[in-house]
């Protein structure tokens, strides 16, 4: 996900997935050592998340909720003159263009272009004159508005958080004309309630609108910082994304760099030797991730701790898996280990002995582990029964991709070593065609099936999280040695934010 040009609102509150709320404000004199995830968004992204929020700022000016305006003016021969502007509301809004300069000290800032809005609602009037003469009335208004907002939207430090601060907020008003019901009212009535109002007008509306924006900054915020909390845990699974250093600000991108630590249940990973350094990632798409293989290493772990490296195979699967082939080899092999019983009543679990080694290399992700394979036979009305039993050791090189939604996990070389052999069908394990053939079957057909399982899995909990509702671009998923690289363009849904921030009204 990588990003370009301008942003707004919406736009800052999407950055702050980079900044997660238990963001640390205190760090060391060595800032990337323990960064274990890094994420860069370049400009080009916030170009994209500018375009599709603009409703959402829209929606800012159309919930500000308008006190009613009262003033009185004495004037000569009209005495007294009072007035008083209710039920204001706005309708027909609209932003012309929005730009935005991201500034290398925490902040961007953010200018919205001809935002244009008519402003209604009732205005009550009187005045008494130089004889105790008392008149009052009520007409209908409409005032039409031309204003250009702009935003220096900060990053604070609070309670050890990193906080976004919309307050520093701008209105310049180009146009600001009152309508009275009809126009049928004498012109010198509506140059003076002009007069009187449009000052008072001007510091309501800034008031209000920029109060607005900044609690919809940390709605927003808060919407994104959910988001991200729930995408890096799964059940006793989380990935700590409390800040390793301060996020930095270029005129071209913003980076955030996370500790990336792993905590399962009562223990946590430690990363003290970060390899991460920001010449590692460049600027030619919209969002880079940066995982280093301590990160992912301790995923593997967790995972393993969890009982989730365990897989199951019957029926078509299993079917699959055995029959790779025709060759009489194979034929007699199934034959003998599943003693002429069906797919559909035998089951094979494969599951992991050890915790998985994992390790990134230029060529792709490097796994180690002990792995046992176990097949039985489940004769209806009586007890399984274990036909075959193996362990094995294992080193698979994996190359990772994502496309149409799914991730794909692609084995580009394997080995595979037997250390324990148990077989029914040959008690002896002297008959080198059945351990030859699973040694094949395990290299072709296994290997590939396992990888694929795994790749399912992962794309079912990504897509749990909603990652599918993005449109993800062109991704990379670049290895090297002790890190990986994912980094791509997207398109935004913001009906996701629409959606949230109408719920919230």
Known sequence: MCWAGRMMLGTFSILLVLVHAAAACEHGPFPYRTTGIVCRMT???????????????????RNAQFPNITGERSMRLLGRVAYGLSN?????????????????????????????????????????GAWFLQLFHSVDFEIESSIDLQLNINLMCQK???????SDCYLTFHKLTLHLQGDKQPGWLKQLFTDFISFTLKLVLKREVCKEINAVTQTLTNFILDLAANF??????????????HPVLKSSYIESHHKGRVLYKNSSSVLSDSVFSP??????????FWLSEHSLSSLAAAAFLDER???????????????????????????????????????AKVWSLTQPQISFQPEGTVM???????????????EPLVALYMEKEIT??????????????????????IKVFKCTADPSGEDPSIQRFLQNMILVAGIPEVSSSIGSALTSLMNSKRLDLFDIINPEIITRKGYVIVQLDFGFPSHLLLSFFEKSL
């Open 309 to 347: 490296l365990v897989l199951h195979l019957r029926g078509e699967k299993l079917q699959e898996l055995f029959e790779m082939e025709d060759t009489e080899v194979q034929r007699k092999a199934v034959q003998m280990i599943f003693q002429g019983t069906s797919y559909n009543d035998s089951v």
């Open 232 to 245: 890096v845990r799964d059940k006793d699974i989380i990935v700590d994304l409390s800040l390793a250093s």
């Open 368 to 382: 180690r582990s002990s792995v046992a394979v176990e097949v039985s036979i489940l004769p209806p009305g009586e």
């Open 43 to 61: 400009k080009p992204a916030a170009l994209l998340l500018n375009q599709e929020t603009a409703q959402v700022i829209q929606a800012a000016f």
């Open 279 to 288: 010449s590692l990632l460049t600027e030619s798409r919209m969002l880079y």
């Open 88 to 128: 204001i509301q706005v309708n027909d809004l609209s932003i012309e263009r929005t730009e935005v300069e991201l500034k290398e000290d925490a902040a961007a800032r953010i200018s919205i272009k001809n935002v244009t809005a008519l402003f209604k609602g009732t205005l009550t009037y009187g005045y008494a």
């Open 160 to 166: 050890d958080q990193l906080v976004p601060d919309a």
């Open 396 to 417: 698979v090189t994996i190359q990772a991709t994502y496309a149409e939604k799914k991730l794909i996990l692609q084995p580009v070389d394997s080995s595979v070593e």
